[in-house]
Nanobody, 114 residues
Framework: QLVESGGGLVQPGGSLRLSCAVS????????MSWHRQAPGKERELVAS????????TYADSVKGRSTISRINAENTVYLQMNSLKPEDTAVYYC?????????WGQGTQVTVSS
């Protein structure tokens, strides 16, 4: 099970930290990622992090403004987003992937608006 939290309404230029709490499988075996889907658009990858945080990747649209991190001892992955823009408005999902298995959370809404 993956449960996202931390979304909400924020003004442009603001910050949010999203959390994804994982249970039911060995968290440290999985690559974790954040994805988002805006209304009328396809779901897109925002950021990913390997099992022991060796490698992170970011979409160009969030690079330099976002940081993905994980704490394996807490079975949690985070997405810190700064300098938020209206175009960051979307439902944000976390995903766990390993060896052909993948699990998705139900998403948390992020709305950037004044």
């Amino acid at each position: 099970q993956l449960v996202e939290s931390g979304g909400g309404l924020v003004q442009p230029g603001g910050s949010l930290r999203l959390s994804c709490a994982v249970s039911g499988f060995m968290f440290s075996n999985y690559v974790m990622s954040w994805h988002r889907q805006a209304p009328g658009k396809e779901r897109e990858l925002v950021a990913s992090i390997t099992q022991f945080s060796i490698k992170t990747t970011y979409a160009d649209s969030v690079k330099g403004r976002s940081t993905i991190s994980r704490i394996n001892a807490e079975n949690t992955v985070y997405l810190q987003m700064n300098s938020l823009k209206p175009e960051d408005t979307a439902v944000y999902y976390c995903k766990a992937q390993s060896n052909g298995y993948q699990f998705w959370g139900q998403g948390t809404q992020v709305t950037v608006s004044s």
